[in-house]
């Protein structure tokens, strides 16, 4: 008896691509939305989302927002090119003005926070995405990945509030793989991937190892020592964040005097 012949990474892709836009799709419909509102940094991973969206629901029911705050010309400008290969229209909200006010209502104590100033970024940016999505009944559809989701590298209640994760099950490799058949331009797929939490930042000269490092330890366990405890690490240290806040256990009930 034969085996399966082994699927080609093209149409793998397309397959998962197909899979996630008819997910998107049936969740947008089910829960009486009308459209779907996505941040569009300019990075892969937004790219990818916009992009299966587009497929999901057409391009007329897909809004993407461009938030910069002190963002470098380049980010804007990758946004808008993927706005047009998609084919949808693109809002800039600046934001830089508003997260100044926040810092100075805050405090100077918090300005000088690296990791405090930086996550107040993706929280406006989540507040921004829910208020446009309010005028158009519509779900704000998150980019996190796989990797992303893992160790827990994303801001609660920042790029981490969100209605719909379509790419949460898919490693960084995948995700460009799917980029590929959506026709994501060359550009996107050769930027270095960032957070934008702060200028120069990138996502693995923070974490300290790369994706490819981490995708291979996430889909054959193949790992260095070194890499394996860092990422348990993360992982425990974020579970906090994949799971809703706890509640105290009811009062119990005490027995009447009497009784």
């Known amino acids: 008896?034969?085996?399966?012949?082994?699927?080609?990474?093209?149409?793998?892709?397309?397959?998962?691509?197909?899979?996630?836009?008819?997910?998107?799709?049936?969740?947008?419909?089910?829960?009486?939305?009308?459209?779907?509102?996505?941040?569009?940094?300019?990075?892969?991973?937004s790219a990818v989302v916009a992009g299966l969206c587009v497929r999901a629901l057409g391009p007329a029911a897909v809004e993407a927002l461009a938030m910069p705050i002190h963002s470098p010309p380049e980010d804007g400008e990758d946004a808008a090119l993927v706005a047009t290969t998609l084919g949808v229209s693109l809002k800039v909200v600046d934001l830089s003005g508003p997260y100044e006010a926040m810092l100075a209502a805050l405090g100077p104590e918090v300005a000088a926070h690296r990791l405090a100033a930086a996550n107040l970024r993706p929280?406006?940016?989540?507040?921004?995405?829910?208020?446009?999505?309010?005028?158009?009944g519509a779900l704000v559809v998150g980019t996190g990945n796989r990797d992303e989701l893992t160790i827990g590298y994303f801001t609660k209640y920042g790029d981490g509030g969100v209605d719909l994760l379509p790419i949460g099950n898919l490693t960084k490799g995948e995700?460009?793989?799917?980029?590929?058949?959506?026709?994501?331009?060359?550009?996107?797929?050769?930027?270095?991937?960032?957070?934008?939490?702060?200028?120069?930042?990138?996502?693995?000269?923070?974490?300290?190892?790369?994706?490819?490092?981490?995708?291979?330890?996430?889909?054959?366990?193949?790992?260095?020592?070194?890499?394996?405890?860092?990422?348990?690490a993360r992982r425990r240290a974020a579970q906090h964040k994949l799971e809703m806040p706890p509640l105290p256990p009811p009062l119990p009930e005490v027995a009447e005097a009497g009784a």
């Not at 093209?10 to 459209?35: D, K, N, P, S, Y």
């Not at 929280?123 to 005028?135: F, N």
């Not at 300290?208 to 995708?215: N, Q």
């Open 123 to 136: 929280r406006l940016r989540m507040a921004t995405l829910y208020a446009h999505a309010a005028l158009r």
């Open 175 to 232: 995700v460009r793989a799917v980029a590929r058949v959506l026709g994501i331009p060359q550009r996107i797929l050769d930027r270095p991937p960032t957070a934008g939490l702060w200028r120069g930042q990138t996502d693995e000269g923070e974490l300290g190892f790369t994706y490819e490092e981490l995708d291979r330890y996430l889909l054959t366990g193949e790992a260095s020592d070194a890499l394996r405890e860092m990422v348990e």
């Open 1 to 45: 008896m034969q085996g399966v012949a082994p699927e080609r990474g093209t149409q793998r892709a397309e397959r998962m691509a197909a899979h996630l836009a008819l997910w998107i799709a049936t969740e947008v419909h089910r829960r009486g939305a009308r459209a779907a509102v996505v941040g569009l940094s300019g990075g892969i991973d």
